[in-house]
């Protein structure tokens, strides 16, 4: 089994190697087109800010290479954002491997209209679970976030939380999977999400 974390310098891949060894496996990182598309799984992890991000994979051509790939991907917070249509943090174009527009927090008034502050971090329940992804998780189990921008409910969604409004906790299209939630930091449940990717 051959596990790939997309390097591409903005990503929270230390701790999602070590989730993965956490599980008894290793995970390779790379920037280098053939080894991901080679690998058997791959993980497409992100942190910090989209536009910047997106430059980074730019950069490396990997915005070219991510959309090809035939084998399950799975992207992470960010990640998963950048395998939008778009995200209005800072205007930016992305991969469109999930036909939805990425929102922040607080234009249509919530959450903050009901006191909730942005970014939402911490820890939420999942629900209206409909994939393999999520085998062995009860609804309302409890994921870790740390967000400001959210893809709104759409066809891809795989799971739903709720931070004063319902939105999209997990996507999926064909072989592409994202969670805006972060499995490698959600205890129990996260491995379990981890484990069950890499089984698929």
């Known amino acids: 089994m051959k596990i790939v974390i997309i390097n591409y310098g903005a990503g929270n ?66 990640g998963m954002q950048l395998m939008c249509r778009s995200s209005k943090e800072g205007h930016t174009t992305g991969l469109g491997i999930f036909d939805v527009d990425v929102l922040r927090f607080g234009v249509l008034k919530a959450p903050n209209s009901m006191g909730l502050k942005i970014p939402q971090i911490g820890w939420n329940q999942i629900f209206n679970l409909k994939s393999q992804l999520f085998e062995g998780i009860d609804e309302k189990d409890h994921i870790y976030l740390v967000h400001s921008f959210y893809a709104p409910l759409c066809e891809a969604t795989i799971a739903e939380s709720e931070y004063g409004m319902k939105y999209s906790a997990a996507l999926k299209k064909d072989n592409f999977y994202g969670t805006q939630f972060h499995p490698e930091k959600s205890s129990a449940a996260g491995a379990m999400i981890l484990s069950n990717f890499i089984k698929l």
Do not use: N, W
């Open 13 to 78: 891949i230390q701790s999602i190697k070590f989730a993965v060894r956490r599980l008894g496996l290793e995970a390779v990182l790379s920037d280098d087109a053939e080894v991901i598309r080679q690998a058997d799984k791959v993980i497409f992890p992100g942190v910090g800010e989209a536009s910047s991000a997106m430059k980074k994979l730019r950069a490396s051509g990997l915005d070219a290479v991510v959309p090809t790939l035939k084998q399950p991907v799975l992207g992470i917070c960010l």
